[in-house]
């Protein structure tokens, strides 16, 4: 025998509207804010053929591609991978935002936008003494013998002024290496002695910053 029937329950209530969010502005690139002097950070400086800039993690395959048996040898502990080159430059962005004493910059050609090298700044090297920055540099294979490394080293010294109003300016190369040597002569630094230390024997060229 069939029950009673029962009622279906009555539907709830419309929930009551809740109002849109206010509209929140989007949050700058992070590449868009200005330095110290009000300069966005997407071009630190230029001098009309390279400028310098952050490297970016999209910089990866540039860097990876743009490593040689001579980058190697002077630059670097060994080959790099796609993967290693990405932790490598989101600590080196991580750096340069974070205003730490140790960062590398991306070398750009102004005409084709392609990353042509770096250029490194380093005020905590262990062998520096203080209110001194270590300055290096590296040109990809296609973009050397054009002048752009000697360019680079002129814009990277602004920079290291700027940021560290230092006592003195370093380069510290092996003296095998005759192009780096040329650059760091050609930008006005002195050989100022020889060592060996932890990191190699190596000829230091030193320049005193002109502040302005």
């Known amino acids: 025998m069939r029950g009673p029937e029962v009622a279906d329950p009555p539907d709830p209530p419309d929930p009551p509207d809740v109002p849109d969010p206010p509209d929140v502005p989007d949050r700058p690139d992070v590449r868009d804010r200005p330095d110290v002097r009000g300069r966005p950070l997407r071009a630190l400086a230029t001098d009309g053929v390279v400028r310098l800039r952050p490297l ?3 910089d990866a ?3 990876v591609a743009g490593e040689d048996d001579a980058m190697i040898r002077w630059l670097s502990d060994g080959r ?11 600590r080196t962005r991580a750096a340069w935002d974070r205003r730490q004493p140790a960062f590398d910059l991306g070398v750009e050609h102004v005409g ?3 990353l ?3 250029l490194g700044l380093d005020a905590g090297l262990d062998v520096l003494r203080p209110g001194e920055v270590n300055v290096s540099y590296g040109m990809y294979p296609p973009w050397r013998g ?5 360019r680079a080293l002129s814009l990277g010294i602004g920079v290291a002024i700027d940021r ?3 006592s003195l300016l370093v380069i510290r190369v092996d003296p095998a290496n ?3 040597v040329a650059v760091a002569t050609r930008a006005g630094f002195t050989r100022s002695h020889h060592t060996v230390d932890g990191h190699g024997a190596l000829d230091c060229f030193v320049r005193a910053p002109v502040h302005t």
């Open 112 to 114: 084709s936008g392609a």
């Open 146 to 150: 054009r002048g752009l490394a000697s």
């Open 61 to 63: 395959e540039a860097q």
């Open 164 to 166: 560290f109003r230092p």
């Open 178 to 180: 005759v192009a780096s």
């Open 56 to 58: 970016e993690v999209g």
């Open 80 to 90: 790099s991978t796609l993967a290693g080159q990405r932790r490598s430059l989101r």
């Open 116 to 118: 042509v090298g770096t």
